[in-house]
């Protein structure tokens, strides 16, 4: 099991930047793809990013394509989320997720994912 803590959220202005972070601890962290996911209040959760473990290859949601970035250092056992031109309908919470020990690609479903943050909010401002 890998313990995640997101920080980075907070309210920021349409056409703004954040920078999310997810810093692991636990098991080998290097081991698994990383995601990114959000929750708007009444919606369901939303895949918005994720990395595969050496962080060669990354998927995007259509809805943040161009807009942000996600990345991993993993000698910091830490993944990154760039967000910007941001918008007012990027507003949820947002959670990161790592796949099981050896689960080395990117899937968007959530329920390929085994351990979860416990979630930053996020919330643009029109």
């Known amino acids: 099991q890998v313990q995640l803590v997101e920080s980075g959220g907070g309210l920021v202005q349409a056409g703004g930047s954040l920078r999310l972070s997810c810093a692991a601890s636990g098991r080998t962290f290097s081991s698994s793809a990383m995601g990114w996911f959000r929750q708007a209040p009444g919606k369901e959760r939303e895949f918005v990013a994720g990395?595969?473990?050496?962080?060669?290859?990354?998927v995007y949601g259509d809805s943040v394509k161009g807009r942000f970035t996600i990345s991993r250092d993993n000698a910091k056992n830490t993944v990154y989320l760039q967000m910007n031109s941001l918008k007012a309908e990027d507003t949820a919470a947002y959670y990161c997720?790592?796949?099981?020990?050896?689960?080395?690609?990117?899937?968007?479903?959530?329920?390929?994912?085994?351990?979860w943050g416990q979630g930053t909010q996020v919330t643009v401002s029109s």
């Open positions: 990395i595969t473990w050496t962080g060669g290859n990354t």
């Open positions: 997720a790592a796949r099981p020990l050896g689960a080395l690609l990117v899937r968007t479903d959530e329920r390929a994912y085994a351990d």
